[in-house]
Nanobody, 116 residues
Framework: QVQLVESGGGLVQPGGSLRLSCVAS????????MSWYRQAPGKERELVAT????????NYADSVKGRFTISRDNAKNTGYLQMDSLKPEDTAVYYC?????????WGQGTQVTVSS
């Protein structure tokens, strides 16, 4: 059974940090490009960051460049999103995605709330 399970969300004050994790099972995680998306209330889902399956090239949305870092550990079938210097506008549900010609998989999402 294919699964992506996110964890690590929560409530944090502005300027704080969180580390999201995404554990994959049921498919060859290392063969998939991994991305993190987010969706704030009343807004469309947006791409936050991507790490390629080959060479590990990374891309970020302009709004998170210099603050967020995407990484992966294929031996552990796990992807990560390190989020630093968090802002209230980062508040959203964050989703993990794994994509390849053979499939397109999503996690259930984890809530991140940035508020004082």
């Amino acid at each position: 059974q294919v699964q992506l399970v996110e964890s690590g969300g929560g409530l944090v004050q502005p300027g704080g940090s969180l580390r999201l994790s995404c554990v994959a099972s049921g498919f060859t995680f290392g063969s998939y490009t991994m991305s993190w998306y987010r969706q704030a209330p009343g807004k469309e889902r947006e791409l936050v960051a991507t790490i390629r399956r080959i060479y590990g090239n990374r891309n970020y949305a302009d709004s998170v460049k210099g603050r967020f870092t995407i990484s992966r550990d294929n031996a552990k079938n796990t992807g990560y999103l390190q989020m630093d210097s968090l802002k209230p506008e980062d508040t959203a549900v964050y989703y993990c995605n794994a994509r390849a010609p053979g499939g397109d998989y999503w996690g259930q999402g984890t809530q991140v709330t940035v508020s004082s």
